[in-house]
């Protein structure tokens, strides 16, 4: 009942600013996917203050979220959003989330962290798994949840446990969606891997890939673990 109650202010906020996306995306020109919509494109939203309770999920932040589509694109943005909205009930940190953007190759910052309380983000480099991209260019060319298949999956990950394994500090993830619920099954993990690293990039114009793990530079691993944390989402899709 608590629950219900807590997210009706949330799904109220995110509505509203849905409706603002949809608009500002039907004007024409605006669907162009390297358009940005910007703060001052938002009527602010507010919500009362609710108590703390440490059993209770965070309630979802009105305004600041859409700040951060000057870095994600807005169609991407939405589809992360109404994911959470979807997923709410097992995201119960829902103060940050991560927004994989694999509609973009592997040389560019494709990892954001979004912090949905300020409106701030920030990118970074992330692989995506050789089976999503046999002939190695650098662009994710499909999905897949198959064991065995080594590609990257889209959908809905909850962030687990931390652990040491073969590629070192590491957090497992749950699948939330019927495209990436064998995510656990398949050690589909974050992690950090000398071929995620900046200088690859200048050597081979690429990434090189993983096993289908969101896999990040050595030296980015920390600010991930240190903005997901458990309980939080990621997000990856090809919009």
């Not at 600041?64 to 097992?90: D, E, N």
């Not at 798994?129 to 002939?135: L, V």
């Not at 590629?167 to 950090?192: C, E, F, K």
């Not at 690859?200 to 090189?208: Q, V, W």
């Amino acid at each position: 009942m608590l629950d219900n109650l807590d997210a009706a202010p949330g799904r109220r906020a995110l509505l509203k600013n849905a409706l603002v996306l949809a608009g500002a995306l039907a004007v024409p020109g605006a669907a162009n996917a390297r358009e940005r919509l910007t703060a001052g494109d938002l009527r602010p939203t507010r919500q009362p203050p609710l108590p703390h309770h440490p059993t209770l999920p965070s309630p979802i932040p009105a305004e600041p979220i859409l700040a951060s589509s000057r870095v994600v694109r807005p169609a991407l943005l939405r589809a992360a959003m109404a994911s959470l909205q979807q997923h709410g009930s097992r995201v119960r940190q829902r103060d940050r989330m991560a927004i994989v953007d694999f509609a973009v190759g592997s040389s560019e910052p494709r990892l954001h962290l979004v912090d949905l309380v300020s409106g701030k983000s920030q990118s970074l480099l992330v692989s995506h798994g050789s089976g999503s991209d046999p002939s190695h260019s650098g662009y994710l060319q499909r999905f897949s949840n198959a064991f065995n298949s080594n590609a990257s999956s889209e959908g809905a990950f909850l962030t687990d446990d931390y652990y040491v394994g073969k590629h070192g500090r590491s957090q497992r993830l749950v699948g939330l969606d019927p495209t990436n619920d064998n995510a656990l099954g398949r050690a589909i993990v974050v992690h950090s891997a000398w071929y995620a690293n900046r200088d690859m990039i200048k050597t081979h114009g690429m990434l090189g890939r993983s096993q289908g793990c969101f896999a990040v530079g050595e030296n980015d691993l920390d600010r991930v673990f240190a903005n997901l944390g458990p309980g939080r989402m990621i997000y990856a899709a090809k919009v």
